[in-house]
C-alpha cells in the first residue's frame, strides 16, 4: 500500500514541473503580432507542440496512472503483489517520459524569438518595405466581408499596401490574398511602432481601435466603409475624425450634408464603387424569371424599419413562389442576420424550409431535362471545391498553432492564381449544377453577391448598401418600407428608394414588380434608374478603379508634402528671428 500511495504522490508531484514547462511552452509561442505575407523566418518558430496544452497534459495524467490502477486492481483480485510494483513502475517509467519529451520541447522553443524581437522584426519589416498605404481594421466575429471587398481594390493601390488587422478571428476569416498582413491585438504594441514612412491610412469601420493609428499626424486618414445606404449607420458623426470620407457618387456626399455631423463638404471625396466592375447591366439570358431577395440585419438599434424579414420576410417568398409563370428564388439573407434579434432566426429558417420544399414538390412531378448535365457540373462542383478546401488551407496545417500558421502563412503566386481560377470555375459550376427553376439559398462565405446580380432579374430588399450595388446592374428592384411611413415619405427619406417599387408592410406591390419582368407592364423606372446610378454610383467615365488609386496617389503627395513643410518650419523660425 505505502508503495501505490508513493508512487502516486511521485506522480501527482511530477505535475508541477510538467505544468511549468508547459506554460514556459505556451508563453514562448504567444507570439504578439499575427503574419501572412511576411517572412519570418529570422525568428526560429518551431512546429507545433502535439499535446502541450492543458488538457492534453490532464488525459496524460490520466492515461499515465492506469497501468498503476490496472496494477494495483490486479493485485487485490488475485493477490499477485508483483502487478501493483509492476504498474507503480510503469506509471513512473511513463511520467518520466512524458518529462522528457516536454523538456525537449520546451529546449525546442526556447530558441523561438521572445516576443519582443517578433515586433521588432515586425518594424524592421515596415522600415525595409516602407509601405505606402495601411487599411485599418478591427470588428466582430463575422465582420471580415468589410475588409475582404477591399482587398483586390488595395493590391491595385500604388506603392506597398499592409493590411493592419487587431482581431485574430478577423485574421482566420481573412480572403487570399498576397498582400502583407499583420494583426497586434495589443494597442499599446502597435502605438509603439513607427509608421512615419505611411503616407496614407484606410478604414472600412468607424471603431475604438482606431485611434491607435488616428493619432498619427505624419499621414492621411480615410475613411472607405464597407458600402453606402441611406441608414444612419453611413454618416456617423466619428467620420469627422478623418481628412477625408470617400463615398461612392454625389449621393454620399449630400448625405452628409443633410446630417449636419461635422463632416465638411471639401472633405468628402467621390471614388465610385471599384468592386462593382464585373456586374453586368442590360437583360439577362435565362429562361427563369429570377429574383434575389437579400434583407439587411436588423442593427444594432431597435431603429423600426431596419429589416424587412420579420414584418414581410416570409410572406414576400410566398408570394415569389406562388406567382404564375416558372420563377426561381435566390434568398441572401446577411451575414449578422439574428445576431441580434433570434426571431430573425426563425424567420430565416422558416424561409430556408419554404424553399427546400418547393424544391422537393418541383422534383417529385418528374425528372428535369439534362439532368446528366447537371449531375456532371455538381460532379465537377464537389471536385473544384476539394481541391479549392486544399488550396485555401496554404497558411495552417493540421494542429498549427498561430506562431506556426504565421510562419508558414506566405502565399506564393501560383497558389493564388489557381485560387482564383477555381472560384471562377466555382461560380460557374453552382449555376449550371441546379435546374434553372430550382432556388437557391445562398450564404455570404459561398458565392460572391455580384455574381447573384448577375444571375438576377431584379432585387428585393432593404435599405442597404446591396440596393446602391445593385443599381449598377440597371435591373429593377423592390425596397419594402418596413417602417410603414408610406410611399412618398419612402422615397423622401431614402436615396436610394427614389427609382424602386416601394414595398407596403403588408408586402404588397411584389405583383406590379412581377408584371414587370414578365413585360405585361412597363418599366416606369428605367430612365430614373439610370439617373440615380449616377448620382448614387458615380460616373463610369472614368472607371471607379482608375478613381480610387488617383485619390490614394493625390493624398500620399499630400502627406509628403505636409511632411515637407513640418521639417521646413523649425529652420524658417530660426532664419526669421
Known amino acids: 500500500m505505502l508503495l501505490v500511495v508513493g508512487a502516486f504522490v511521485l506522480v501527482r508531484l511530477a505535475r508541477v514541473p510538467s505544468g511549468m514547462l508547459i506554460a514556459e511552452i505556451l508563453k514562448a509561442r504567444n507570439l504578439p503580432a499575427q503574419t501572412r505575407n511576411i517572412d519570418l523566418s529570422a525568428l526560429r518558430i518551431a512546429d507545433t507542440p502535439r499535446f502541450h496544452g492543458r488538457v492534453a497534459a490532464t488525459q496524460a495524467y490520466v492515461l499515465g496512472t492506469l497501468p498503476a490502477v490496472a496494477g494495483v486492481t490486479l493485485a487485490a483480485d488475485t493477490g499477485a503483489h508483483w502487478t501493483a510494483w509492476l504498474g507503480c513502475g510503469l506509471m513512473l517509467l511513463l511520467a518520466a517520459a512524458w518529462y522528457g519529451w516536454l523538456r525537449s520541447e520546451w529546449q525546442r522553443c526556447r530558441s523561438m524569438a521572445s516576443g519582443a524581437r517578433a515586433l521588432a522584426h515586425v518594424q524592421g519589416w515596415i522600415h525595409d518595405q516602407r509601405p505606402r498605404t495601411v487599411l485599418h481594421f478591427s470588428g466582430v466575429e463575422g465582420s471580415a466581408y468589410q475588409i475582404n471587398m477591399w482587398l483586390e481594390m488595395l493590391a491595385g493601390l500604388d506603392g506597398q499596401v499592409l493590411i493592419l488587422l487587431r482581431d485574430p478571428h478577423i485574421l482566420d476569416d481573412l480572403d487570399t490574398t498576397r498582400l502583407p498582413v499583420v494583426c497586434i491585438p495589443s494597442n499599446p504594441d502597435v502605438v509603439a511602432l513607427d509608421m512615419s514612412c505611411v503616407k496614407v491610412f484606410l478604414y472600412a469601420g468607424n471603431v475604438g481601435y482606431n485611434i491607435s493609428t488616428l493619432r498619427l499626424n505624419s499621414a492621411k486618414h480615410v475613411f472607405i466603409g464597407h458600402g453606402d445606404s441611406d441608414k444612419d449607420a453611413s454618416v456617423n458623426p466619428f467620420s469627422k475624425v478623418y481628412d477625408e470620407v470617400w463615398t461612392a457618387g454625389r ?25 462593382l466592375g464585373g456586374v453586368a447591366t442590360g437583360v439577362r439570358a435565362g429562361t427563369v424569371t429570377t429574383v434575389l431577395y437579400a434583407p439587411t440585419w436588423e442593427g444594432w438599434e431597435d431603429t423600426p424599419g431596419n429589416n424587412s424579414l420579420l414584418v414581410a420576410g416570409e410572406s414576400i417568398v410566398r408570394q415569389l413562389l406562388e406567382a404564375p409563370g416558372p420563377l426561381r428564388v435566390l434568398y441572401r439573407p446577411h451575414p449578422f442576420t439574428g445576431k441580434r434579434d433570434g426571431r430573425l432566426t426563425r424567420v430565416d429558417d422558416r424561409i430556408r ?6 424544391n422537393a414538390d418541383a422534383r417529385s412531378r418528374g425528372p428535369v431535362r439534362g ?3 447537371l449531375a456532371r457540373a455538381e460532379t465537377e462542383l464537389a471536385q473544384i471545391r476539394s481541391e479549392l478546401e486544399e488550396l485555401l488551407r496554404w497558411d495552417r496545417r493540421p494542429g498549427a498553432d498561430p506562431a506556426e500558421r504565421s510562419r508558414d502563412g506566405l502565399l506564393d503566386a501560383g497558389t493564388a492564381e489557381r485560387i482564383v481560377e477555381l472560384r471562377a470555375l466555382e461560380n460557374s459550376l453552382f449555376w449550371a449544377s441546379a435546374a434553372p427553376w430550382e432556388h437557391r439559398v445562398l450564404t455570404p462565405q459561398g458565392i460572391d453577391l455580384y455574381a447573384c446580380f448577375n444571375e438576377s432579374d431584379a432585387l428585393v430588399s432593404d435599405i442597404s448598401s446591396v440596393v446602391s450595388d445593385f443599381i449598377a446592374s440597371g435591373k429593377p ?12 415619405e419612402f422615397r423622401r427619406r431614402n436615396t436610394a428608394a427614389r427609382a424602386a417599387l416601394v414595398l407596403e408592410p403588408d408586402d404588397s406591390g411584389i405583383a406590379e414588380l412581377l408584371a414587370v419582368l414578365h413585360g405585361d407592364a412597363p418599366d416606369a423606372l428605367s430612365e430614373d434608374r439610370r439617373q440615380l446610378k449616377d448620382y ?3 460616373p463610369d467615365e472614368p472607371s471607379s478603379m482608375e478613381r480610387f488609386r488617383a485619390a490614394a496617389s493625390r493624398l500620399a503627395h499630400e502627406a509628403d508634402e505636409m511632411q515637407r513643410l513640418r521639417r521646413s518650419e523649425p529652420v524658417s523660425r530660426e532664419v526669421s528671428s
Do not use: K, M, N, S
Not at 255 to 268: N, P, T
Not at 477 to 488: C, F, K, L, S
Open 536 to 538: 448614387l454610383l458615380g
Open 477 to 488: 428592384y423592390a425596397i419594402t418600407d418596413a417602417a410603414g411611413v408610406g410611399t412618398d
Open 353 to 358: 424550409r419554404l424553399l427546400a420544399l418547393a
Open 251 to 275: 449621393a454620399g456626399a449630400d448625405r452628409y450634408a443633410r446630417a449636419r455631423v461635422g463632416v465638411r463638404a471639401e472633405d468628402v471625396v467621390e471614388v465610385g464603387r471599384p468592386q
Open 371 to 373: 439532368d446528366d448535365h
